[in-house]
């Protein structure tokens, strides 16, 4: 048997295809994600909301998103910390600084006290209560 004998094996023919076939199907994937994140990394929601003027729009860039999301990680924790607030019953969402809590909680003193607890958060501007007394 020759060299040339051993390339027409199918053997050999098939572990040269699947291996081309491999090849390609991990640069496609790899272009693919490559694209997927050269792309994102610039984009940007816009809000025009009915308060702002219709020249001037809201953009929300990911670096905001990662700040609302460590402010907002922050209340939790602050509000987790003080025990006589039912924390697991509020949620707590920011944007742009502003913290939004919402849920039920037994009695007022817990609502004011929650508000007085995420002002007192770095990074939080103003906080709005959407928060109900349980009845």
Not at 82 to 108: C, H, M, W, Y
Request: hydrophobic fraction near 40%; aromatic fraction near 2%.
């Amino acid at each position: 048997m020759n060299a040339f004998s051993d390339l027409i094996r199918p053997n050999v023919i098939r572990n040269v295809i699947r291996n081309v076939i491999r090849n390609v199907i991990r640069t496609l994937i790899v272009s693919g994600a490559a694209l997927i994140l050269v792309s994102g990394c610039d984009s940007r929601q816009t809000d025009t909301r009915a308060t702002a003027p219709a020249t001037t729009p809201v953009t929300t860039s990911v670096g905001t998103e990662i700040d609302d999301g460590v402010v907002t990680a922050k209340v939790k924790s602050a509000l987790l910390a003080d025990p006589s607030i039912k924390s697991f019953d509020i949620a707590v969402v920011t944007r742009k600084g502003e913290a939004q809590l919402s849920g039920f909680v037994d009695n007022q003193t817990q609502i004011d006290r929650a508000t007085a607890r995420a002002r007192a958060v770095d990074g939080v501007k103003s906080v709005a209560s959407e928060m109900s007394v349980k009845k």
